[in-house]
Structures are given as structure tokens and as C-alpha cells.
Nanobody
Framework: QVQLVESGGGLVQAGGSLRLSCAASGRTISTYLMGWFRQAPGKEREFVAAISSSGGSTYYPDSVKGRFTISRDNAKNTVYLQMNSLKPEDTAVYYC???????????????????WGQGTQVTVSS
């Protein structure tokens, strides 16, 4: 079993930055595809970013491309999400997720992930 714990959320003004961390325990995530998702009140869970097991490939939706960067440090069993130029519409609970299936296709589908963290709140004020 893998346990994921997010941290780094908080309140920030529009245009600011935050860095989220996702620390894994229980077993190594070095062979897992990892992703970040977010969910705002009353909305469906939304894909934010995915990264391959090696870190060599990343994938973003247009809504965050150029502003968010996903990265990982397999030696530390940790995944990061650097968020820049934040907008009020980025406000949501952000979740880290891991998937044993390493292929990139369907990485934007939250139903294909095996492990989830508890989430961390990000609030962007205008």
C-alpha cells in the first residue's frame, strides 16, 4: 500500500505562487505514474498534471500549461507541483494521486489512479 500526504497549500493573492509537495510512504513510487488533480466545490475532479515514472515526460491541460510545473524526486519519494501566476479560478482542493500503470494515455482520468492523498486547500484571492 502507498500512502500519499500533500502539503504546501494555503491562501495566496492572484499572480502569486505556491509549491505543493506530495510525500509517499509505504513503498517506493519510482515506478508509478503520478498526477495532481483538483476539485472545487460543486465541480467534478479536474486533471492538473501528470508525470512519468522517470520524470522525463509531463502532461498538462491547457488551463494550467505554462503556469504549473510537475516534478518528482524518486530518491525522496516525493512529487511536487509548482504553481505560478495563480488565478482565483485555481482555487480548489488539490490532490496527489499515484497509478501503478505507467503508460501515459488516460493519465488525465482520475478513475484510473490507485492511490490518493487527503488533499490540500489552495485559495487564490483576487
Amino acid at each position: 500500500q502507498v500512502q500519499l500526504v500533500e502539503s504546501g497549500g494555503g491562501l495566496v493573492q492572484a499572480g502569486g505562487s505556491l509549491r505543493l509537495s506530495c510525500a509517499a510512504s509505504g513503498r517506493t513510487i519510482s515506478t508509478y505514474l503520478m498526477g495532481w488533480f483538483r476539485q472545487a466545490p460543486g465541480k467534478e475532479r479536474e486533471f492538473v498534471a501528470a508525470i512519468s515514472s522517470s520524470g522525463g515526460s509531463t502532461y498538462y491541460p491547457d488551463s494550467v500549461k505554462g503556469r504549473f510545473t510537475i516534478s518528482r524526486d524518486n530518491a525522496k519519494n516525493t512529487v511536487y507541483l509548482q504553481m505560478n501566476s495563480l488565478k482565483p479560478e485555481d482555487t480548489a482542493v488539490y490532490y496527489c494521486a499515484g497509478r501503478r500503470a505507467a503508460y501515459f494515455s488516460t493519465s488525465s482520468n482520475y478513475r484510473t489512479y490507485d492511490y490518493w492523498g487527503q488533499g490540500t486547500q489552495v485559495t487564490v484571492s483576487s
